[in-house]
Nanobody, 116 residues
Framework: QVQLVESGGGLVQAGGSLRLSCAASGNTFRGDIMGWHRQAPGKQRELVAVITNDSSRTTYADSVKGRFTISRDNAKNTVYLQMNSLKPEDTAVYYC?????????WGQGTQVTVSS
């Protein structure tokens, strides 16, 4: 059974950077589309970025284009989210998702807090 574990969240000042990691255990994700989502307090979970299995295509939410970069290392079963020029509105719990099965597989989330 696949498990996803996120790390790299924390508290950062506006304008700063963080790099999130999501490690998959129990199976490889070489053939899976991977994504990052986030959920702020009182708001619905939203898609942040998606990357295809071979990294040939990436998609970003308009709110993070030009600031965030998704990447993956299939040899390490890890997907990353580099977040630059962070804003207070980026504050949320960030979740990793593997597009497998009917509902996908989710990690437990990592908190990102951006102070103004």
């Amino acid at each position: 059974q696949v498990q996803l574990v996120e790390s790299g969240g924390g508290l950062v000042q506006a304008g700063g950077s963080l790099r999130l990691s999501c490690a998959a255990s129990g199976n490889t994700f070489r053939g899976d589309i991977m994504g990052w989502h986030r959920q702020a307090p009182g708001k619905q979970r939203e898609l942040v970025a998606v990357i295809t299995n071979d990294s040939s295509r990436t998609t970003y939410a308009d709110s993070v284009k030009g600031r965030f970069t998704i990447s993956r290392d299939n040899a390490k079963n890890t997907v990353y989210l580099q977040m630059n020029s962070l804003k207070p509105e980026d504050t949320a719990v960030y979740y990793c998702r593997m597009a497998r099965g009917n509902f996908g597989i989710w990690g437990q989330g990592t908190q990102v807090t951006v102070s103004s």
